[in-house]
């Protein structure tokens, strides 16, 4: 990543990791650090060379899901750091749960960090070096480092059952008891765990554990297991391995491996970081790892109202088929906010905005929505659509206009175009017949409706001004077709001038150039905003009206949108072509959100 400019680290708002930062930048804590090699990566740094790198930061998903709003925050945080003090961010696949990892999400892990607007290279003295990383790869190194603590007496294998292991970790209130084979021998230690390796005992039978102190106030230090067996196939070790690393003991090797410097993680690992040190620290007095190993830092992981960011819930609703894939537009995942039409530089913003902190606590949805508007105000193109059509017609356009007349209207696509550039226009016609807004036309006006009633005028945006004349109904007294005439300007006698003063203008899209759409009107998911709070059955909460579908037509300027592309639909709110489904001159859109939280004209 490019060195940081003074400008960038200044203009971010500080926060507690920047600080730590700060401080061991000034403190010098890394600088003795010099590159060991990092189990495939040695083409990337030469052995023994000082580590160009100020920092290094990690991004470690497991791949068993796709990642989600959350996760965004964790990449914005760690990227985010690396780029602006002159480090590097690696992603790593903590890929050592044989059971759980698909190569399905590994490609979609790498698409939404891209997506995102981060990249996992660096580029010192002209080098371009990639840093993605597989915790698999570390497999060999991480047995040897089980075989050190072993030799060292620092671990040995338990063959209590489940239960009794249980039973005998106590609690808060009690402390653990010693298991009996505790205290066997380095040598029988050994002896039983390459058995282990071997494939000599079932799964489950036994695990190694650390020997740490079973009457440790904090529980994770109670001999915690670092070894299971598993017959499980692994995607990349394949069927090399029957044992398999706990995350516990296999997340802080893979830091110190990697050379991290800081490494940030939610507030719940909190209790776990005495054993991160521990082992760490065991393994550098045992010469496997250099000096200074890596810290752990915790942040308070994202709550966000209406959305849970639990993988495996999301999942329920994948498999469930609640909604319609990861992709699913109303889905908190980066997939689905994507395809909802959150941009890259909106979630940013919000990562910004929302900050790291140390306290837990729930982020009101809008913030997202704010930033989003925030993103696009200047940049989405504006476009008229009718969602609700009724079809409105100009009785004497044929008589002022001519019979088949089409007038050609324009409006600015942007109503801010960036300094010294021009607006780009919008074409449109408008004829005897428009499509407009059914609740746009109230046969009796309640009071204060400043809209279409018999009598009244207003103009049609972009177009002409008009007034009311009454309507045509069907047999249940439904209205069918709105009338209007054209009124000519009081000057000049021509429609269209400025002169007749009306008191509202409403949009509206010509029968004979607008292009019907499919539009999807997405709402949250969730009626509860926290929907899984406290073990709460989230699948009760779900909003029945999350999705609704409507055939609108919309202006050619809209029809010819590109897949992905994003719009304010005037009145309504922010749009996106969506990028699966839409086809120029076929639109598809979704609604991502509304021009503000509540509802326009109420
Ligand atoms: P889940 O429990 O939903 O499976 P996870 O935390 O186990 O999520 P990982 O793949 O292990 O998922 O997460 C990768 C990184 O993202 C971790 O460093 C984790 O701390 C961070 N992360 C996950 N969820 C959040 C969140 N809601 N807010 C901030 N960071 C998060
Ligand atoms: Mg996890």
């Not at 990690?58 to 780029?83: M, T, V």
């Not at 709550?303 to 849970?308: A, E, P, S």
């Not at 006006?445 to 109904?473: A, H, S």
Request: hydrophobic share 35%; net charge negative.
């Amino acid at each position: 990543m490019n060195a940081p400019t003074d400008d960038t680290t200044s203009a971010k708002p500080s926060n507690f990791l920047r600080a730590i930062i700060d401080r061991d930048l000034e403190q010098g804590t890394y600088a003795s650090r010099r590159w060991a090699g990092t189990p495939g990566d040695a083409a990337h740094h030469a052995a023994g060379e000082p580590d160009p790198a100020k920092i290094r930061t990690r991004f470690p998903p497991e791949p068993n899901g796709y990642l989600h709003i959350g996760h965004a925050k964790s990449i914005c945080l760690n990227f985010g750091l690396a780029r602006d003090y002159g480090g590097v961010c690696h992603l790593r696949f903590d890929d050592t749960n044989p059971e759980k990892e698909e190569t399905e999400y590994v490609n979609a892990i790498i698409d939404a960090v891209k997506w995102l607007g981060f990249e996992w290279t660096s580029n010192f003295n002209g080098q371009a070096q990639e840093h993605l990383y597989y915790a698999s790869n570390y497999f060999d190194f991480m047995y040897r480092a089980a075989e050190y603590l072993i030799e060292a007496g620092l671990a040995y294998v338990d063959e209590q059952t489940p239960e009794e292991m249980r039973a005998n970790r106590g609690d808060f209130a009690t402390p653990g008891k010693d298991s009996p084979f505790r205290s066997r021998t380095p040598a029988e230690n050994l002896a039983r765990f390459r058995e282990m390796r071997d494939g000599q005992h079932a799964d489950g039978s036994m695990v190694l554990r650390a020997k740490i102190d079973m009457a440790s106030p904090n529980i994770n230090l109670r001999d915690p297991a670092i070894y299971r067996i598993r017959r499980a196939t692994h995607h990349n070790t394949g069927d090399k391995w029957c044992i398999y690393p706990m995350y516990t003991f296999a997340h802080p090797i893979e830091d110190a491996l990697e050379q991290i410097t800081h490494s940030i993680c939610t507030l719940e690992f909190e209790d776990q970081r005495p054993f991160y040190d521990w082992l760490l620290a065991r393994l550098a007095e045992g010469g496997l790892l250099q000096q200074p190993t890596p810290h752990q830092y915790e942040f308070a992981r994202l709550n966000l109202t209406y959305v849970i960011t639990s993988k495996r819930k999301l999942k329920q609703l994948v498999d469930e088929g609640t909604v319609s894939g990861w992709d699913d537009p109303r889905m908190p995942t980066i997939v689905g906010l994507r395809r909802r039409g959150y941009t890259p530089e909106a979630l940013q913003l919000f990562a910004e905005r929302i900050g790291v902190t140390k306290s837990d606590s729930w982020i009101d949805y809008s913030t997202l929505d704010i930033a989003l508007r925030d993103d696009l105000e200047n940049k989405a193109h504006r476009g008229m659509v009718v969602l609700d059509p009724v079809k409105l017609t100009l009785s004497n356009w044929d008589e002022v206009m001519g019979a088949g007349h089409l007038e050609p209207c324009t409006l600015p696509a942007l109503p801010h175009p960036p300094e010294g550039q021009a607006a780009p226009p919008r074409h449109f016609t408008i004829g005897k017949e428009v499509w407009i807004e059914r609740e746009d036309f109230e046969e009796v006006p309640p009071k204060g409706y400043k809209r279409l009633f018999p009598g009244n005028k207003v103009r049609l945006k972009g177009g002409y001004v008009i007034e009311c004349t009454g309507c045509v109904k069907d047999a249940d007294g439904r209205v069918t077709e709105v009338l209007a005439t054209l009124v000519p300007d009081t000057k000049s006698g021509t429609p269209g001038a400025d002169s007749v003063k009306v008191k509202a203008a409403i949009t509206w899209v010509g029968v004979a150039d607008g292009v019907a759409a499919e539009v999807r009107i997405y709402d949250r998911l969730f009626t509860d905003p926290q929907p899984d709070a406290g073990g709460k059955d989230f699948l009760a909460a779900l909003n029945p009206d999350s999705k609704k579908v409507v055939t609108a037509y919309v202006e050619p300027s809209l029809a010819a949108a590109l897949p992905d592309q994003k719009f304010q639909f005037e009145r309504f709110g922010y749009f996106v072509a969506d990028r699966l489904d839409h086809q120029p001159g076929k639109p598809v859109f979704n609604k991502i959100t509304g021009l503000k939280d509540g509802n326009w004209a109420k």
